[in-house]
């Protein structure tokens, strides 16, 4: 992933934020996956 920074604030930790970003996604990622195995463990054993 690429990010312009010649127009971006010089203050700004660009490695960070993209850092971050891919945390964010990960989690995210987890997250759904996580959620589809609940689900579909309520819907073999509750069921």
């Not at 604030?9 to 996604?25: A, G, I, K, R």
């Not at 987890?30 to 689900?39: A, E, H, T, W």
């Given at each position: 992933?690429?990010?312009?920074t010649?127009?971006g ?7 960070q934020?993209?850092?971050?970003y891919?945390?964010?996604l990960r989690l995210?990622?987890?997250?759904v996956v996580?959620?589809?195995?609940l689900?579909a ?7």
């Amino acid at each position: 992933m690429s990010i312009d920074t010649s127009k971006g604030s010089p203050s700004m930790d660009y490695e960070q934020h993209v850092e971050t970003y891919q945390t964010f996604l990960r989690l995210t990622k987890y997250g759904v996956v996580f959620c589809v195995i609940l689900l579909a463990g309520m819907k073999f054993f509750l069921v």
